[in-house]
């Protein structure tokens, strides 16, 4: 204990550091709380408040083709007194650095080598991408989580050759397909981990040496896959298929049209990793892979399939593709850009100034994501859908607070209803969230492009209800003062990306209306 303490004492405090570094991060961008609730935020964390009141609802995730794990762990997170979206957003940090740990394991793991690992696992921490995501209620920090864990113990599977540390690879895979159905890339590449294994020089050997190999992979797939079709339980199972055919193009995209949309979302791909990466990864990525190839040749392979099969699969028949969908790839790109570090001494003063530009490179849009993300360097498609668009939350939770305090002053038998766009996500499960626990408010979705009161709103006023509507300029089409309502506050968000067709179509802002039926 003595000698393993002497030599990882440097090393495992400097890790505490990252680790502590990128907590820390992450911790404070949540609780400065600088983005609104993001549509995906509001639908996960509002299934967790139902999957938790009604048992007979734990699969409700189903219905739309969702996995439920994330929403499973974060029911037992929810409490009155908490912030359901906060708690949501620091499970997420937590999956974060689980996946932080996993990325110095795995460099050291495939390389043997402390700094690279350690350069690895600092650029995890600090990089704008994992910051942004691993600070969401969103999925994808549990995914990468996993993908990263599962690779680290199928290679101790073949490095040791034991069928316990395949188990429990089993067990990874199965969270990982129990979280989202990417997850199926991870069961797809389990068998590039066989490149890794010394293999004997005798053809008969090699038959021999394969087929043990092979039946490491056994229980890994049975395990995983039996742990998937326990959603079977529920109802709906067969929503995740006929849901991921919304998402996908089929095969035979391939060959009839595979250019559209490969090239554009390659170019995508370059965009989020240079503004987001942040940019000076892109060079350390280069400088990594001309060390890893003279090298480490089968670990560069091994990565490379693991990062660029994915990649190249969401290029071609992803319909939608956003920055978040190559998450879970993210962590091996950082890996074989640590390598960079290993360059022989002579050009020590390049790397350390590199490195140095990459640490404030990030630091830098790091602060932005924490203090003024509405100034961050956001690509295009991810600025509209988190800060400009209905699908950014400005002001429910302003909204949410004022309809708490009205219900104090309720006299008995007083309800409050309150009506909101659309039947589903950022309103009316925004909303919802944070007044899941007070019964005299009804919140009620009332459909897009209001042109006139809402039947429902007029009856609920009719009835004596203090009755309210809550909606995004974009989707109110009527004059207000004709249906009736009084503006309480507006919220708007940041102004449009200039020649966006929301921007042609709407204008340069988006705003949140509160109104209350008069």
Not at 291 to 319: C, E, G, H, S, Y
Not at 320 to 331: D, E, H, K, S
Not at 484 to 506: N, V
Request: a positive charge; one cysteine or more.
């Amino acid at each position: 204990m003595k000698k393993f303490w002497k030599k990882w004492r440097a090393t495992l405090m400097i890790l505490f550091g990252v680790l502590l570094c990128g907590l820390f991060l992450r911790i404070v961008r949540v609780v400065i709380e600088q983005q609104p609730i993001f549509a995906d935020e509001a639908i996960y964390v509002r299934w967790a408040q139902v999957m938790k009141a009604e048992p007979t609802l734990r699969f409700l995730p189903l219905s739309d083709g969702k996995q439920p794990l994330f929403m499973w762990v974060l029911m037992f997170l929810l409490e009155p007194l908490y912030d359901p979206l906060i708690a949501g957003r620091l499970l997420s940090v937590v999956f974060g650095l689980v996946t932080n740990l996993g990325v110095f394991f795995l460099t050291y793991l495939l390389f043997g080598r402390k700094k690279p690992a350690l350069v690895a696992a600092l650029i995890y921490a600090l990089a704008p991408i994992t910051l942004f995501f691993d600070s969401m209620a969103l999925v994808d920090a549990t995914l990468s989580m996993f993908g990263v864990w599962f690779l680290l113990f199928l290679l101790l599977t073949i490095k040791l050759q034991r069928y316990d540390l395949s188990m429990l690879s089993g067990f990874l895979l199965g969270g990982a397909l129990l979280t989202k159905s990417p997850a199926l890339y991870f069961s797809i590449l389990a068998p590039s981990v066989l490149i890794m294994h010394q293999w004997p020089k005798k053809k008969v050997q090699i038959f021999q040496s394969l087929v043990k190999q092979l039946s490491y992979l056994v229980p890994v797939y049975l395990i995983a896959y039996g742990m998937f079709n326990v959603l079977r339980l529920g109802p709906n199972f067969q929503m995740i298929a006929l849901r991921n055919t919304d998402y996908i193009f089929p095969l035979s995209h391939l060959w009839q049209n595979p250019k559209d949309p490969f090239i554009f979302h390659i170019q995508e791909i370059g965009q989020w990793l240079w503004l987001l990466g942040p940019g000076v990864i892109v060079f350390t990525f280069v400088l990594g892979i001309i060390v890893a190839a003279n090298r480490f040749r089968r670990q560069t392979i091994l990565l490379t399939l693991w990062i660029v099969t994915p990649l190249f699969a969401n290029a071609m028949f992803a319909k939608v593709f956003t920055a978040r969908y190559i998450l879970f790839v993210v962590p091996y790109i950082f890996i074989i850009s640590s390598l960079f570090i290993v360059f022989q001494t002579k050009v020590q003063k390049l790397i350390s100034l590199l490195l140095l530009l990459l640490v404030a490179n990030a630091l830098l849009v790091d602060a932005l994501f924490i203090f003024k993300i509405d100034q961050a360097p956001l690509p295009k498609s991810e600025r509209t859908g988190y800060l400009e668009e209905w699908t950014a939350g400005y002001g429910i939770k302003e909204v949410a607070k004022y309809l708490v305090e009205k219900q104090r002053s309720l006299s008995e038998g007083e309800k409050i209803v309150v009506g909101t766009e659309g039947y589903f996500g950022t309103l009316p499960d925004g909303l919802e969230i944070y007044l899941n626990n007070y019964r005299t408010i009804t919140v009620i979705g009332v459909g897009l492009d209001i042109k006139s009161l809402p039947s429902s709103l007029s009856e609920s006023r009719r009835f004596g209800n203090i009755t309210y509507l809550v909606i995004n300029s974009s989707r109110l089409v009527g004059d207000p003062n004709k249906m009736g309502l009084k503006l309480i506050a507006s919220y708007p968000k940041p102004l449009r990306t200039i020649g966006t067709s929301d921007y042609i179509k709407y204008g340069p802002q988006e705003t949140l209306y509160f109104f209350e039926v008069l």
